[in-house]
Nanobody
Framework: QVQPVESGGGLVQAGGSLRPPCAAS????????IAWFRQAPGKERGFVAT????????YYGDFVEGRFTISTDNAYHRVYLEMNSLKSEDTAVYYC???????????????WGQGTQVTVSA
């Protein structure tokens, strides 16, 4: 069984950047889709981005508007979510999820991390 592990969250000023990684314990990320979702207090969990480890195909939530980039790191076997031009409304717990399909539907992801807090101050 594969278990996602997030890190790299933190406090950043509006306009700043963060690049949290998602690693996996238990087995490699090969053959999987790796996604990021987020949940702000009082709001539903929302799709951020997903990438296929094998093909590199990637998709983003509509709100991203070119500010975020999801990528794989073959050397360290991780997936990064590079977040630029952060806004206060990006404040949320960010979760890494692993599944078989490169889609935005959270129900298609079987394995979830504990989440990492991202706080953007105005």
């Amino acid at each position: 069984q594969v278990q996602p592990v997030e890190s790299g969250g933190g406090l950043v000023q509006a306009g700043g950047s963060l690049r949290p990684p998602c690693a996996a314990s238990g087995r490699t990320l090969t053959d999987y889709a790796i996604a990021w979702f987020r949940q702000a207090p009082g709001k539903e969990r929302g799709f951020v981005a997903t990438i296929s480890w094998n093909t590199g195909s990637r998709y983003y939530g509509d709100f991203v508007e070119g500010r975020f980039t999801i990528s794989t790191d073959n050397a360290y076997h991780r997936v990064y979510l590079e977040m630029n031009s952060l806004k206060s409304e990006d404040t949320a717990v960010y979760y890494c999820a692993i599944g078989d399909l490169t889609v935005a539907d959270a129900d298609e992801y079987d394995y979830w991390g504990q989440g990492t807090q991202v706080t953007v101050s105005a």
